[in-house]
């Protein structure tokens, strides 16, 4: 009897529920096929691919997929599997901006009883994420291993290079201006000054030293990076314009380590262009200012957080060369470099380092167009400023150079 009274309440609730809307609704991807056209899309699904989700009904399933895809996987199989899901498994997608995506997904084939027909139930998420993770684990592996191997190489070299340098130089305290070996060991100690520079990239990208971060102005860092450069900028013909953002909070970095990322930025950015040409630089942030008043009748400026964490971004932009779309995948791998002279290390150790500050910096660049990079560098607490001067708002702030 209690059983009769239960399944009576069961299928009230059935007839009532809206599995339709729950489905809707899901986080999860869904998307229902026929034999050869998408049927149903939710809202997860259309919003993953870029698509209002009836922009994708009536599609053909297989314009979904990229067409190297398509060589290697048959649709049709897909799509007429009766018996058995297919288990789970990964490939690709194409969004509506034809980004390639690569999803996890699973497949249910299911008897449509009004269709008297059967259709697929494709479930999927999007792997973009978690591939990124797993590559850049495989790089973390590698590097530790490159690491020892450098640390150990630079360590043996060093020692017999300073034994070089010493007898150049003490043969050259016996010889005059004019004689021919002179200029050998005048030559010899300079080649060996340009390999010492060259251990000390490698070791310091072997074994970073650990940040002693404090609170900085990143508009004083980068104002003291362009006194330093200043002079190669002119002989290079490169302008240098900035457009600072007044109310820029303190970043909590090592400056020593944020400079040296800055210097070789700026530096990569004139070698970009030969000719001449304009390195803009710009720092704003996610934090947002307002006046508030205090007890005691005065104002000051109080930061809140547009965002999980406060983060101060600079932004470095040349008009260079750019980097083509193949050499832009490698650019932070070690030793990878498009320089003729270059030893490959630059950006590896500008990872390390921002890394280690508890930052982020991230490259774009398209060939024959220019280079963009952003840092991304945490703001210091608490997030308050002065009180601005009469006259002063909370607008823009430095322009130009």
């Given at each position: 009897m209690k059983s009769s009274v239960h399944q009576k309440e069961v299928k009230k609730i059935n007839e009532k529920m809206d599995y339709k809307s729950i489905i809707q609704n899901m986080n999860t991807c869904v998307i229902i096929t026929d034999e050869s056209r998408i049927v149903y899309v939710n809202d997860a699904a259309g919003k993953t691919l870029g698509y209002k989700s009836s922009a994708l009904i009536g599609r053909e399933f297989a314009s979904l997929f990229?067409?190297?895809?398509?060589?290697?996987?048959?649709?049709?199989?897909?799509?007429?599997?009766?018996?058995?899901?297919?288990?789970?498994?990964?490939?690709?997608?194409?969004?509506?901006?034809?980004?390639?995506?690569?999803?996890?997904?699973?497949?249910?084939?299911?008897?449509?009883?009004?269709?008297?027909?059967?259709?697929?139930?494709?479930?999927?998420?999007?792997?973009?994420?978690?591939?990124?993770?797993?590559?850049?684990?495989?790089?973390?592996?590698?590097l530790a291993i490159l690491s020892q191997i450098t640390a150990g190489l630079a360590h043996e070299i060093k020692n017999p290079l300073a034994g070089i340098k010493t007898s150049a130089q003490v043969l050259e305290e016996g010889l005059k201006a004019d004689d021919p070996r002179f200029q050998l060991t005048v030559r010899i100690v300079k080649e060996t000054d340009r390999i010492d520079n060259l251990l000390k990239k490698f070791f310091n990208f072997a074994k970073p030293s650990e940040p002693h971060s404090a609170n900085y102005d990143i508009k004083m860092i980068i104002d003291g990076?362009?006194?330093?450069?200043?002079?190669?900028l002119k002989n290079n013909k490169v302008t240098f314009n900035k457009d600072f953002s007044k109310q820029t909070p303190q970043v909590f970095v090592d400056e020593n380590q944020i400079e040296q990322v800055l210097m070789n930025v700026f530096l990569n950015a004139v070698q970009a262009m030969p000719n001449g040409g304009v390195i803009s630089v710009s720092a704003n942030t996610n934090v947002i200012y307002k006046e508030e008043k205090t007890g005691l009748g005065e104002s000051r400026i109080k930061g809140t957080i547009d965002g999980k964490e406060p983060v101060v971004y600079v932004e470095i932009e040349d008009t260079g060369s750019g980097i083509s779309k193949e050499n832009s995948e490698r650019i932070f791998t070690p030793f990878f470099s498009t320089k003729k002279d270059g030893t490959g290390l630059g950006l590896s150790i500008c990872r390390q380092l921002m890394?280690?500050?508890?930052?982020?910096?991230?490259?774009?660049?398209?060939?024959?167009?220019?280079?963009?990079?952003?840092?991304?560098?945490?703001a210091s607490f608490p997030l308050t400023l002065p009180s601005p001067q009469r006259g002063e708002g909370l607008g823009e702030g430095d322009k130009g150079q």
């Open positions: 990229p067409v190297q895809e398509k060589r290697h996987f048959t649709i049709s199989d897909f799509l007429t599997i009766r018996d058995k899901a297919i288990p789970r498994n990964e490939l690709d997608f194409v969004t509506k901006d034809k980004r390639v995506i690569p999803i996890g997904f699973n497949v249910t084939p299911f008897f449509d009883c009004k269709a008297k027909s059967y259709v697929s139930i494709i479930t999927f998420r999007d792997l973009t994420d978690i591939k990124k993770m797993e590559n850049y684990m495989r790089q973390i592996d590698r990076v362009y006194l330093l450069l200043s002079h190669q890394l280690k500050n508890n930052g982020e910096i991230d490259v774009t660049s398209e060939e024959g167009r220019g280079t963009t990079v952003i840092l991304a560098l945490p």
